[in-house]
């Protein structure tokens, strides 16, 4: 996407009355978000849903030097933005109707992993809570996910310490603009996250974490999830609203049982007695609700008749990988003789294709097996 585009996109998202939902459609009418800001009353007028209100709030609008800004921050703090239409786009969104159209990340892992888990879980675990996790995330190493959580304290700190710990990517959805880390306690835990995976906002940066963020943000945590998982937490609070966002998006949701009498385990406990969530007490539970088997994963024969069905440039790309193992992306784009955003969308091919998966600091491999 130009920088043009992206300015105008990213002041599309700053216009007052003009939320996701109706960003998207006015960009579908007329093409681009820079052809919104261009057209004229009475064609905003005839697009359905907009109205003579949201009309004038794009006429009048006069919020691009904040938009500028933004964009300088981008570029700045090497933010990369992520837009809907492009190949660093998180799949998985693509089918969420109040997905945002625009995302912004500051780290190298690839939000298009083949497996992903989402965890959640109250600010204050007990042992029993903190201690299962570990094991848990120690035995679902095998099958390399990567962790999506929200960086809060408890059960989603532990989760990102855990995932690194094994080895895993972790991605952190945040509540608030990429200039800060909230809380400030796990700044240093951000930076690492920033090497095996990475922290991901909807938010521009000077955006505080107020309150109502929180219930938005946990909606990308579930959409970028394969299954959500809820170590301990109440009857209330934002693991549940993560639980129940993930089932509307037709999400896999499993939760952690435990003793009647504890009150963090009631949330749990009462996700699992109205069928909302699926049980889980070991790796393995999740393995079989998933069916991810290591034991079954295709062996190199079927890859080889995939290989065939390649175009030119996939397949040279593919055969530099083999070749070199944990190759870089920008010595993959030396040696292929391409741009960055032609092997970002022949890489992402790969990947859906199981050919290839993708490795902490913008590496990339073959699957073994």
Not at 27 to 56: D, Y
Not at 89 to 94: C, S
Not at 122 to 136: E, I
Not at 291 to 300: A, C, E, V
Request: aromatic residues 6%.
């Amino acid at each position: 996407m130009s920088a043009d585009e992206l300015l105008h996109l990213i002041a599309l998202t700053c216009v007052p009355q003009i939320g996701t939902v109706h960003a998207r459609t006015l960009i579908r009418h007329l093409g681009s978000a820079e052809a919104v800001f261009r057209a004229k009353r009475q064609e905003l007028e005839r697009i359905p849903g907009i109205g003579s209100a949201r009309v004038s709030s794009i006429r009048g609008f006069r919020g691009f030097p904040r938009a500028e800004a933004e964009l300088r921050f981008l570029e700045k703090e090497d933010v990369q933005a992520v837009v809907e239409g492009e190949p660093l786009y998180p799949r998985r969104l693509l089918h969420c109707p109040d997905a945002p159209l625009l995302l912004f990340l500051r780290g190298n892992g690839s939000l298009n992993a083949g497996r992903t888990v989402g965890i959640v879980g109250t600010r204050t675990p007990t042992s029993y809570g903190r201690d299962w996790l570990a094991g848990f995330l120690k035995d679902l190493a095998a099958y390399r996910p990567v962790v999506v959580s929200g960086l809060a304290y408890g059960i989603d700190t532990a989760a990102h310490q855990q995932a690194l710990a094994f080895g895993l990517q972790t991605f952190g959805v945040l509540a608030h603009g990429l200039d800060r880390v909230y809380p400030p306690a796990n700044q240093g835990l951000a930076r690492e996250m920033m090497q095996g995976g990475g922290l991901l906002s909807e938010y521009m940066s000077g955006t505080p974490p107020d309150a109502p963020n929180f219930p938005r943000r946990n909606r990308i945590v579930a959409a970028l999830s394969d299954v959500v998982v809820v170590v301990e937490t109440g009857e209330r609070g934002g693991s549940m609203i993560t639980a129940d966002i993930a089932n509307g998006y037709h999400r896999e949701v499993m939760a952690l049982p435990g003793r009647v009498c504890d009150v963090k385990s009631q949330g749990c406990n009462l996700l699992l007695r109205e069928h909302r969530a699926h049980l889980v007490g070991s790796a393995e539970d999740l393995v079989r609700l998933l069916n991810w088997d290591l034991r079954t994963r295709p062996p190199r024969r079927i890859q080889t008749r995939l290989f065939e069905d390649l175009d030119t440039g996939e397949r040279n790309l593919l055969e530099t990988i083999t070749a070199r193992e944990g190759i870089h992306i920008d010595e993959l784009c030396r040696i292929a003789g391409i741009r960055g955003t032609e092997a970002a969308s022949a890489i992402l091919n790969l990947e859906m294709k199981g050919l290839l998966e993708s490795m902490p600091g913008k590496r990339y491999r073959v699957p073994p097996g």
